[in-house]
């Protein structure tokens, strides 16, 4: 059960890492704007439950946005799991160390930006961008810091009925 990803020992810098970045978390919503406050206590709970429950991932900055906007919307348990399943099911291997599931993504990215978004491409190479510099905090995000909340519902609606892009 969720409850029992609350208890038990955790490392320290993920305990660290977590803490640094639950006050970061929408500082300008009500919800967040004082801390500690409900929300930023559960917020700070999810995370290291789930940091138990995959400790091959622990913690991964962008996790608690992705959270912080889940448990706006939904019980703290729902939002554990659908965390967990965002993580481990949608999008696996992105919050690795290495990132490889993100890596694979963001190259198909790109070659989808070659072939079906020429004019966005060829913009970034005119000026020596590259794509998926400005793509990984979308996808590492789920969206959920960078669009405006209800483009991010309708993206993850699609994203658990369909599956991942």
Sequence with gaps: SYWSYTRG???ARV???IAKDVPRTFPEHALFASHPSPVTR???RVLEAYARRNPNIGYCQGLNFVCGLLLCVVEEET???ILASLVEDICPNYHTTNMSGLKIDLQLLEEV???DLARI????ADIG?????VCLPWLLTAFADSAPCRVTFRFWDMV???GAP
């Design 9 to 11: 020992p955790l490392p």
């Design 15 to 17: 305990r660290q890492d």
């Design 42 to 44: 559960s917020l700070q």
């Design 79 to 81: 939002a554990f799991w």
């Design 113 to 115: 930006g070659v072939a």
């Design 121 to 124: 491409h060829a913009h970034f």
């Design 129 to 133: 961008g590259d794509l998926s510099i």
């Design 160 to 162: 658990f009925e369909v």
